[in-house]
């Protein structure tokens, strides 16, 4: 054998730690996307949605709004002006005769129609009456625990500012869809409270254990969504005594928006804890000694949280457009609870449309946020889709 075939090749091992990626050169935008967590990956899919991060926006200005709905409306709750029933909407302005004013209304001037026995309501140029801003009006109890006077805007001294219009007993439409807020958007907050809990729970002792207790809970969920859900929603809520207190009243319609919108979530939650409970994870946290609630509510439903918010930012407008549709039919809030359903209510004669049409003006708030929700859930879910 020759001396060249003899010799030993010399073996090199690096004793430098192993970088897959020391090849290539990142640049800061790269590596601070491959070091982002989820939560964080999931913010900028989200702000790509411009129309959801409009509707975020707006959503997050009417919940603020409920905060201080008392500041906000022009108006009390319940301040009457007999006479000014069933007046017309005012239009604001900033200029009379060519100058500028401000912000101001025109008074109105009032006739009574001798063959119709109508009050007849018009602008009276005559009448310039200038809004005042951070001003002292009507009294009010601050979440009827402190009394106050203070508003963000109020009529010029002995003038009016309906900018909506006044309903049957003068009482101002805006004022009370502002206070009416408060009553509908928490209601599909706790609806969604009720609904979650019980969801989460029954879908996941469901998706968890499977075998016959996976059955026994789908084969009721099956026989609770074959009833109609709005006949349901009103059998149920005909149900409540009419001596109930408004306060009760409120958390009975709430509970039973609750009780009757969870089993879809609970369909989902078992769906996925069927796929994750076989995953090495959930596994090694049984081998562990982990109890079945620990694995879970630690384990399992952390790893798609993101579609769990998704899907409630998607059921809250269907528990706010059954609220109003139970008050609109008179069978959910009634007087002097004052939601958007129970405003709508007071428009259910078809004369009274045609005749006074800015009293369904509180169907527009039901509009904006409903649809508002619908557009953020969208955003909320493409963002939590880790494959788009």
């Not at 006739?111 to 009276?124: A, N, S």
């Amino acid at each position: 054998m020759s001396a060249k075939s003899e010799a030993r090749l010399e073996h090199y091992v690096s004793a430098e730690p192993f970088e897959p990626l020391a090849t290539e050169t990142l640049t800061p935008e790269q590596e601070r996307f491959y070091r982002a967590s989820q939560w964080r990956i999931m913010w900028w899919k989200f702000r790509r949605h411009r129309i959801a991060v409009a509707c975020a926006a707006i959503l997050l200005a009417v919940y603020a709004s409920i905060l201080v709905s008392e500041v906000l409306a022009p108006y009390n709750l319940h301040t009457r002006d007999s006479r000014n029933i069933y007046a017309p909407p005012q239009r604001l302005h900033l200029f009379h005769e060519g100058g500028y004013v401000g912000p101001f209304v025109y008074g109105y001037r009032m006739e009574l129609d001798q063959q119709t026995m109508r009050r007849v309501f018009t602008p009276d140029p005559a009448k310039v009456q200038r809004l005042r801003f951070f001003c002292s009006g009507d009294e009010y109890e601050f979440w009827g625990l402190v009394e106050g006077s203070f508003h963000l805007v109020c009529p010029a001294e002995g003038g009016t500012f309906f900018l909506f219009g006044t309903d049957r007993l003068g009482r101002d439409v805006l004022s009370r869809i502002i206070y009416g807020t408060r009553i509908s958007l928490t209601v599909g907050l706790l609806g969604i409270a009720v609904s979650f809990v019980i969801g989460i729970a029954l879908g996941g002792i469901s998706g968890y254990y499977g075998g016959w207790v996976d059955n026994v809970i789908q084969r009721f969920i099956e026989m609770v969504r074959s009833f109609p859900e709005l006949p349901l929603w009103m059998a149920l809520s005909a149900a409540l005594p009419v001596n109930w207190s408004p306060v009760l009243i409120y958390f009975g319609i709430t509970i039973i928006l609750g009780l009757l919108d969870w089993p879809g979530l609970a369909r989902a939650v078992r769906s996925k804890l069927l796929a994750l409970r076989e995953e090495d994870f959930a596994q090694a946290a049984v081998l562990m000694g982990a109890s079945p609630g620990r694995v879970i509510a630690r384990h399992l439903l952390p790893s798609f949280t993101s579609h769990l918010i998704a899907s409630l930012t998607l059921s809250v407008p269907g528990m706010i457009l059954g609220e109003t549709a139970l008050s609109f039919l008179g069978l959910g809030l009634r007087p002097p609870v004052t939601s958007w359903g129970v405003l709508l209510n007071e428009a259910q004669n078809i004369n009274v449309v045609a005749l006074y049409p800015w009293l369904m003006l509180p169907v527009v708030p039901v509009f904006v946020v409903v649809l508002a929700f619908n557009f953020f859930g969208d955003g909320l879910r493409d963002a939590a889709d880790p494959y788009k």
